[in-house]
């Protein structure tokens, strides 16, 4: 079989690449900082800050400070202890500066020596910086000596090289601006920036960040400080000023722990519960936003929910069995941070924690505290409970409601009498024509094709839903048959996944009665199942209203103007052209009605949708449907093309 295929002489070992030093950032960013877009932008922002965090978590600085310029470059500063600058062991003639910054894995956080409970860990963050820059300086205060490196798109544009006396200061400075061959036109925006040096802040009570821009932002400040010895807590309840809560204060602590290697460990949350809002969750790792969350979070959530379970059962409140996580999080807000050592990420960006053990170790920490908290403050944990047995309750319900319906849909439960259903077991192309009148359901079930069409007989007109009650409506038999043969309810019941045909088509006279019940229907489906009509599934067969023959030769015309036309133009045969007209569907024989009406190959079908381009014009064609006089809605629905939209299939 290979011999078929065309060989490529170009393709041999020369064709085999190997990247060196960073270019693999510049050629992949998205692997590196995932992507090239604005979030990835502001990660540059977050490697650095990140290091400087790492720096005071350690327990080496308490100052952080983070200043926009004018041309958009971004300097961020700590008082820590500076990266080494002296040459390092493997690379003699290169300082560990530009170790770190022109080399991938590089690091000094990789055996937890040097930090025991980093957000770094790969050896890539500064380096990546680096590549991605058109412009980098890095100084670094260290023995009472200022040392500085510059540096281009990874590449040192000089030695180190000390620059002046530093006698009061220590720490590293990186100031870069991102280089537009990668990121166009993108800017940083002070608003984002500023947000993630406030959260820095709350989630490390040990440092002060400074933040300076010299840009305008809306009302985002030019210049603050920030230091919240609250810690969580604060940062919860200012997240949720303006928000009625269940309980006062959050739930909120911060607890110690040892890992399995005895290294040092801690988690930090902070929940409340409220009735006003959609419940969210941010969870970080070492000062790292893990915007996936990962087991830190579910540890968390774990402890949450097993203690309200307990508690509901400590109250007698069998309900709180039911509980789960998705109703403790539906209106619970929360915020978990937690330091461990050695933290496992999927991917740079560093989006979701995968360590394992973080989920026991916070599950753990948490969950005695909260059996207490709970204990202390009985108002609000009852409020707590009602509240989650409430959202549990309520999920049931649909669930309930959901099953039964499918159940009427799948095992054909309680069908009615006068559905002819079609046979075959995936919906996929399968139809079914509510029909007018018991005449043309005879036509119709013997030009029918058993495997894919179905047929429902409706006696009479249905009622004029427009005008009538919803109470009405469900206890009206032709409607009840209808949605029981569609599997579906009506209104805010329908759904759309248990409709049991790919295709509902109406099929009536083409005469004024006829265009009044597809118009009855039409209002009904308008009006009670928007879902299918916007999804595409609602059509109006189109019969004809002439049959043409001359000699052996028979043709239909669908209206009066077609009719004319082919009665000029001819058929091709012989002697005198017949004309019949239709007075409905029962007239035609199933072989008529096959071909002209209901074989896919050759039969006309309107596809029904709603125009939503003219606001308020819906509602009055809707009306025009229903009006007074049915000639009037006979020739909308035959010409305009506006509400239906003409489709061959
Ligand atoms: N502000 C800083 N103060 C002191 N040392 C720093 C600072 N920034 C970087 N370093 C040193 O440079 C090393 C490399 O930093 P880099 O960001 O490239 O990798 P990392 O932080 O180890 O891991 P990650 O790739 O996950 O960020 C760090 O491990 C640390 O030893
Ligand atoms: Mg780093
Ligand atoms: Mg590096």
Known sequence: ?????????????????????????????GMYIGGTDERALHHLVAEVLDNSMDEAVAGHANRIEVELHADYSITIRDNGRGIPIDPHPKFPDKSALEVILCTLHAGGKFSGKAYATSGGLHGVGASVVNALSDKLRVEVARNREL?????????????????????????????????AEIFGALKFRPARLLTMVRSKAYLFSGVEIRWKSAIEDGDTPMEATFHFPGGLADYLNEQLTGNVTYSDKPFAGKVSFQDKFNAPGSVEWAINWTPVRDGFVQSYCNTVPTPEGGTHEQGFWAAVLKGIRAYGELANNKKAAQITREDMA????????????????????????ATTEAARMVEGAVRDHFDNWLAADPKSAGAILDFLVLRAEERLRRRQEKETSRKTATKKLRLP???????????????????????????????????TQALLPLRGKILNVLGAASGKLTTNAE??????????????????????????IIMTDADVDGAHIAALLMTFFYTQMRPMIDAGHLYLACPPLFRLTQGAKRVYALDEAEKERLYAEGLGGKGKIDVSRFKGLGE??????????????????????VDDDLPGETSDLVERLMGKKPELRFQYISENARFVEELDV
Request: with cysteine.
């Open 330 to 353: 539906a209106g619970g807000c929360a915020l978990v941070s937690c330091f461990i050592r050695e933290p496992e990420f999927v991917g740079q960006t560093k989006d979701r924690l």
């Open 1 to 29: 079989m290979s011999d078929l295929l065309p060989q490529s002489d170009s393709y041999d070992a020369s064709s085999i690449e190997v990247l060196e030093g960073l270019e693999p950032v510049r050629k992949r960013p």
């Open 479 to 504: 409607i009840s048959d209808l949605c029981q043969a569609m599997g579906v309810g009506l209104g805010p019941k329908f759904r759309l996944d248990d409709l049991r045909y790919d295709r509902i």
């Open 147 to 179: 040392y500085a490196q510059e540096f281009s798109r990874g590449i040192p544009q000089g030695p180190v090289a000390k620059v002046g006396p530093a006698p009061n200061r220590r720490g590293t400075t990186f100031t870069f601006h991102p280089d």
């Open 417 to 451: 009498g006068k559905l002819v259903d079609c046979t075959a077991t995936n919906k996929i192309g399968t139809e079914l024509f509510i029909v007018e009148g018991d005449s043309a359901g005879g036509s119709a079930k013997m030009g029918r094709d058993r495997k």
């Open 588 to 609: 035609m024989d199933a072989k008529d009605l096959k071909e002209t009406t209901m074989d896919p190959a050759s039969r006309r079908l309107i596809r029904v949708s």
